[in-house]
């Protein structure tokens, strides 16, 4: 099997976007970090962010256990194909790598990879939100991804370093191969998981371990 690596990187800072007053709930006032662009060259990975990178709402968004978003680089054609976008750059996901060679299926809670000098870890599936829907002026996106299962992942950092576009992601350590992306939406979306395992992974982020244990 070819081994992953990073397609794309981008960046972006929160931004003011929108009309007082616009009719179109869609056009009016937001805040958001959502538009990201690709850079070229090393980028350093600090434990929350690369740097040139930020999120506007850090109650939701950002953090140890978002500090990089994923996408697997070879969802881009269905979705340039469904929603018929001829202008969907690498990035409209508002992820920070695009990755080729993985998806959701092949990559599990608790992964560490190595790419350039940093180490990184999946800490959980990215959760649609409404900036999604705001981006593309579609409504319905959040729950396409969630039907589609095309999410996206997150990455913790576990030791910061130069990354850029190009790099491998060496796989170092699988401790949990029962637990892929996949596996995990649907547990979470479908209810038809033991939640019980995934309340106690250590691995997997607070956020979602609450929900588990909760539920």
């Not at 968004?61 to 070879?74: N, P, T, W």
């Not at 038809?192 to 691995?203: D, I, Q, R, T, V």
Request: charged letters at 20%; one cysteine or more.
């Amino acid at each position: 099997m070819d081994i992953p690596h990073i397609l794309s990187i981008q960046v972006g800072l929160p931004k003011q976007l929108g009309v007082e007053g616009a009719t179109d709930p869609m056009d009016r006032p937001w805040t958001t970090g959502f538009f990201k662009e690709p850079i070229a060259g090393a980028v350093h990975l600090g434990k929350t962010n690369l740097v040139g990178d930020g999120q506007a709402d850090l109650v939701l968004h950002g953090g140890s256990e978002k500090a990089v978003l994923a996408y697997a680089a070879s969802h881009y054609p269905a979705w340039q194909q469904e929603l018929g976008l001829s202008d969907f750059p690498y990035g409209a996901f508002g992820e920070n790598f695009t990755i080729l060679g993985q998806t959701e299926a092949d990559v599990c809670i608790g992964d560490i990879f190595s790419v350039g000098e940093a180490q990184i870890q999946v800490s959980q599936p990215r959760e649609p939100c409404w900036k999604l829907a705001r981006r593309w002026r579609r409504k319905d996106l959040p729950k396409r991804v969630i039907k589609t299962g095309r999410s996206g992942w997150y990455f913790r950092v576990l030791s910061e370093g130069l990354v850029e576009s190009g790099l491998p992601l060496l796989l170092v350590e699988r401790p949990l191969p029962q637990w892929s992306i996949a596996r995990v939406n649907h547990a979470f979306y479908h209810a038809k998981e033991p939640c019980a395992e995934l309340a106690a992974c250590p691995l997997l982020a607070s956020s979602w371990r609450r929900y588990f244990s909760i539920r």
